[in-house]
């Protein structure tokens, strides 16, 4: 499999990791070490920055995996970009997962203002990961504005209902001179080696790894996933059929030569 | 236009008599659907429904855990005040109660960080009786900037204020604020609520209106269980978080069920029983109604049903409270409510994880909302 790169990093697993919603501290970190991940978002909203030893962070020390924090919890740019500052200089990090949600329930994401956080951010130097719609659009001017790479989503946050937004998805994979990391909605290992299929750079789990009845057991399932739709995507899938007639072993067009 | 006008729409016996003929047809109709409506909230409340109470109880628990994962968040109460001017008939504050009142100096306040401190919570609730002038909003500025350092997410149940003075403690950092309309029967209202600010039913209605308009991030609603027949409380609180979901879309929203229980001695006893069971079922119709919605559960229930009604769609409980000023430092006797679950949150804490749950002291960072 080819290594992914985002700005100055290179990365040989394509799962990103979230830890929410895990029934301990514990749990999270064996899943993450299962799953192979290399890139783990942290809600700052979550993380207790003046703790000395804040539980989850200490549970997420482990070599070779990189902290991702995200912002939500905030509904504006101008929210956005102060708490990315507190978050750099506590974390140690200028990598941010950009999350703009003011709709409080279904925490879809606001374009106009992430895409002004974004821009700024960028001029102050961070390492922008914008969690989007799959807007084609948008990620070009996420694009345009700075962002590292964009993070589309399949389907609502936490639905499990796969890649519904499969059609845009295509779109911004074709056209995206960034990486594409397939965020949100992801609820089966089945739908992860789809999007990978696609042609995604990434993808990100969370709530499906989480919620599983074995979280450790889910998360080895998705790293396998995540490299078969990979290799598979790597080894040039041919062109699906798009409907029911077969398609035919001899050429059609072999009576031109006997004309 | 305001939930007033919505509210005075419907009209009580109606509703109440449309809930009891509700068959389990349209409750197993109801549980299926993917996103019941009001009509549909009405047969979850049935007393159709009693008899499919365990149906209700899977659907509740299987949505809960896909959208809030397998935590539960921990909060506990500070009482900053008993004085208040109301004349509420059930509560401990009550203005006609012979009771030593107080209001918590800032030194004070300290003592009771101070314990509450040893104990890992960041989410604190503060709670005062209904008294401007004794605690206004310049007291609350004052004492939420107090508090800042030790606490990560600051909410108010408190008397109902202005939408300006709203936000202007949103700026002080203040999260999330609680406000219960007691009973949604405008007939009966005055009857609970003889005197004082309170008396008003349209003020009071038309808060979480203010809150959602001062960008109050957290709306708490809810009805005082046992004033009126809870079936038709729970539809209207239902109506009031329908429509404030679709007008304040940027708020989150939870609800609390608070429950008097009769008692013996003199006193405010309920008009109406409402059991362990019919409280289960109204806590997964909630759920079945709103997936998103927060639930919370207070100590005023006893252990053995805290402990096993909080995976049913319960997503918040406080732990460890008293419930009158200074009550953590010096244990006076000036509370508003007896607690029935007495035990540390340490001990709820290890309940909590043995169910398989991870307790959540900490869900807010105030720089998120104070660019």
Redesign the interface.
């Known amino acids: 499999m080819k290594p992914l790169i985002i700005a100055d990093r290179t990365f040989s697993s394509r799962l990103f990791t979230g830890t929410?919603?895990?029934?301990?501290?514990r749990i999270t970190a064996e899943a993450i070490r299962e799953s192979g991940s290399q890139l783990v978002t942290v809600a700052?909203?979550?993380?207790?920055?003046d703790a000395p030893h804040d539980d989850l962070l200490e549970h997420l020390k482990m070599p070779g995996l990189n902290l991702l924090p995200n912002?939500s919890?905030?509904?504006?740019a101008?929210?956005a970009?102060?708490?990315a500052q507190?978050a750099r200089e506590a974390l140690g990090t200028n990598w941010l997962k950009l999350e703009i949600h003011?709709?409080?329930?279904?925490l879809l994401p606001d374009p106009v203002e992430t895409l002004k956080a974004t821009e700024e951010l960028a001029k102050m130097g961070f390492v922008v990961l914008p969690y989007i719609h799959a807007d084609p659009v948008l990620c070009k001017r996420l694009e345009d504005a700075g962002a590292a790479a964009v993070m589309p989503l399949g389907s609502p946050i936490?639905s499990?209902n796969g890649l519904l937004t499969r059609a845009f998805l295509r779109i911004i994979i074709e056209q995206s001179n960034v990486p594409v990391i397939v965020d949100a909605g992801i609820g089966a290992p089945s739908h992860a080696a789809e999007a990978m299929e696609l042609g995604a750079d990434a993808v990100l789990v969370n709530?499906a790894i989480?919620?599983a009845v074995n979280p450790v057991s889910m998360a080895k399932a998705f790293k396998m996933a995540v490299e078969a739709g990979r290799a598979g995507y790597e080894a040039g899938l041919p062109a699906l059929s798009r409907g029911n007639e077969a398609s035919p072993t001899s050429p059609l067009t072999a009576f031109l030569s006997s004309l | 236009m305001s939930f007033y006008n919505l509210y005075s729409a419907y009209n009580w016996d109606e509703v109440a008599a449309c809930i009891q003929t509700k068959t389990e047809a349209d409750v197993r109709v109801a549980i299926a659907k993917d996103k019941p409506g009001l009509e549909d909230f009405m047969a979850l409340v049935s007393p159709a429904a009693d008899a499919l109470l365990e149906e209700m109880a899977r659907k509740s628990y299987a949505l809960t855990?896909?959208?809030?994962?397998?935590?539960m968040q921990l909060y506990i109460p500070l009482y900053l005040s008993n004085f208040c001017e109301n004349r509420c008939v059930y509560c401990g504050f009550s203005n006609s109660n012979r009771l030593r009142r107080k209001v918590l100096l800032l030194d004070e306040l300290e003592q009771e960080v101070s314990i509450i401190r040893q104990q890992p919570f960041?989410h604190i609730l503060l709670v005062t009786g209904e008294a401007p002038v004794k605690a206004g909003t310049d007291y609350f500025i004052a004492v939420i900037n107090q508090l800042k350092s030790s606490f990560?997410q600051i909410s108010l149940e408190v008397q109902p204020l202005s939408t300006t003075e709203y936000e202007l403690l949103v700026k002080q950092g203040l999260y999330g604020v609680y406000v219960y309309q007691e009973t949604y029967n405008e007939r009966r209202y005055s009857n609970y609520h003889p005197a004082g600010r309170k008396a008003d039913f349209r003020y009071r209605l038309e808060t979480p209106d203010r809150l959602g308009a001062a960008g109050v991030?957290k709306i708490g609603i809810g009805n005082l269980i046992g004033l009126e027949e809870w079936r038709t409380e729970a539809w209207f609180t239902a109506l009031h978080l329908h429509y404030l979901?679709k007008k304040y879309?940027?708020?989150?929203?939870s609800i609390s069920f608070p429950r008097l229980r009769p008692f013996t001695g003199e006193g405010f006893q309920p008009n109406y029983e409402t059991t362990e069971r019919n409280l289960t079922q109204l806590i997964c119709a909630y759920r079945i109604f709103d997936h998103?919605v927060d639930l919370s559960l207070s100590t005023r229930e006893r252990p053995m049903y805290r402990d096993n009604v909080m995976s049913l769609g319960i997503t918040a409980m406080s732990a460890g409270s008293k419930t009158g000023p200074g009550g953590y430092s010096n244990g006076e006797a000036l509370e508003q409510f007896a607690v029935n679950d007495n035990r540390s949150a340490d001990m709820v804490a290890d309940v909590i994880?043995c169910k398989?749950?991870?307790p959540?002291w900490?869900?807010?960072?105030m720089?998120?909302?104070?660019?």
């Open positions: 929410g919603k895990f029934s301990s501290n700052l909203k979550r993380v207790d920055l912002t919890g905030v509904r504006t101008a929210e970009v102060f708490a507190l003011p709709d409080a329930r279904y936490g499990n709530t989480a919620s | 855990r896909q959208k809030f994962g397998k935590v960041k990560s991030r979901r879309w940027r708020s989150k929203y998103e994880r398989g749950y991870e959540v900490k869900d807010w960072s720089f998120l909302q104070m660019a």
